[in-house]
């Protein structure tokens, strides 16, 4: 069983910055993948950006080179760095770790945290 707990949400102007971090339960060295999604009022939940196994990045289009996720595997934890923030940013966003099991890989959440974007 994997916990993971977000932080760093809140309310921030058109333009604006936020650090968003997950903190894992265990070591996070040897999950298959971490990243971050999101999902806004009335939308389905998106894949915001996404570290895999190896160092690859993953990153949604509409990132548009805004956003940087990264992770400390000594503290085992992951970032979102999301800057020039739009209003269409506002969402919850969720952390989520892929992590092994015997047969199957299995997905975890964290409770999430809201990011709102003011114009």
């Known amino acids: 069983q994997v916990q993971l707990v977000e932080s760093g949400g809140g309310l921030v102007q058109a333009g604006g910055s936020l650090r968003l971090s997950c903190a894992a339960s265990g070591s996070i060295a040897g999950f298959p993948a971490m990243g971050w999604y999101r999902q806004a009022p009335g939308k389905q939940r998106e894949l915001v950006a996404r570290?895999?196994?190896?160092?690859?990045?993953k990153y949604a289009d509409f990132v548009k080179g805004r956003f940087t996720i990264s992770s400390d595997n000594a503290k085992n934890t992951v970032y979102l760095q999301m800057n020039s923030l739009e209003p269409e940013d506002t969402a919850v966003y969720y952390c989520?770790?892929?992590?092994?099991?015997?047969?199957?890989?299995?997905?975890?959440w964290g409770q999430g945290t809201q990011v709102t974007v003011s114009s």
């Open positions: 989520n770790a892929l992590v092994s099991g015997p047969t199957v890989d299995y997905a975890y």
């Open positions: 570290i895999i196994s190896g160092g690859r990045i």
